[in-house]
């Protein structure tokens, strides 16, 4: 059964940075093109950023461009989001998903982590 | 950047009834990197279609999609209570990944 766990969600100040973890199991995870998507109070989905599963290609919405870094750990079956500057806008859910490859849509979601950006 | 309109932005049916939801890009991509979600509220999204017209697995065939170019259809033939819910296009054909907005099928 394919399973995505995310963690590291919480209360940030604006400014202020949070390490946002993904715990992939069910799949091969190394050959997975894995995703963050988020969806704001109030708003649709956004797309966040995407790494292809050797970690060779990787694409960032402008949106975060600059103060968003995805990474993986294949070894560990891993995907993180490094965010920093974080501001008020990035307030949202967090999913974290995979596609087959880095032409394929999302066929599996984590059920999400909490960020919130409020001083 | 291809930009996903969709409409109507909430879809007031009754269970029964059919759903046709719409999904306009601002350019024209292969049909083959468009795809339908469903998501319900605390729920994480759930992929419906791929390729346009492709379902995913264990997606009853009420659900179709279609289109091409710049315009793709999402139909629901009979609403079934489990199906109000938010539904969104997105291509990923190229980055960045965009959603549309979203489409609300609300009961009536």
């Known amino acids: 059964e394919v399973q995505l766990v995310e963690s590291g969600g919480g209360l940030v100040k604006p400014g202020g940075s949070l390490r946002l973890s993904c715990a992939a199991s069910g799949f091969t995870f190394s050959t997975s093109t894995m995703n963050w998507v988020r969806r704001a109070p109030g708003k649709g989905l956004e797309w966040v950023s995407s790494i292809t599963g050797g970690g060779s290609y990787i694409y960032y919405a402008d949106s975060v461009k600059g103060r968003f870094t995805i990474s993986r750990d294949n070894a560990k079956n891993s995907l993180y989001l490094q965010m920093s500057s974080l501001t008020a806008e990035d307030t949202a859910v967090y999913y974290c998903?995979?596609?087959?490859?880095?032409?394929?849509?999302?066929?599996?979601w984590g059920q999400g982590t909490l960020v919130t950006v409020s001083s | 950047e291809i930009v996903l309109t969709q409409s109507p932005g909430t879809l007031s049916l009754s269970p029964g009834e059919r759903a046709t939801l719409s999904c306009r890009a601002s350019q024209t991509f292969s049909s083959s990197y468009l795809a339908w979600y469903q998501q319900k509220p605390g729920q994480a999204p759930r992929l419906l279609i791929y390729?346009?017209?492709s379902r995913a697995t264990g997606i009853p065939d009420r659900f179709s999609g279609s289109g091409s170019g710049t315009d793709f259809t999402l139909t629901i033939s009979r609403l079934e209570p489990e199906d109000f819910a938010v539904y969104y296009c997105?291509?990923?054909?190229?980055?960045?990944?965009?959603f549309g907005q979203g489409t609300k099928v609300e009961i009536k």
């Open positions: 390729g346009a017209s």
């Open positions: 997105q291509q990923y054909g190229s980055s960045p990944r965009t």
């Open positions: 998903a995979r596609s087959d490859s880095s032409s394929s849509p999302c066929d599996y």
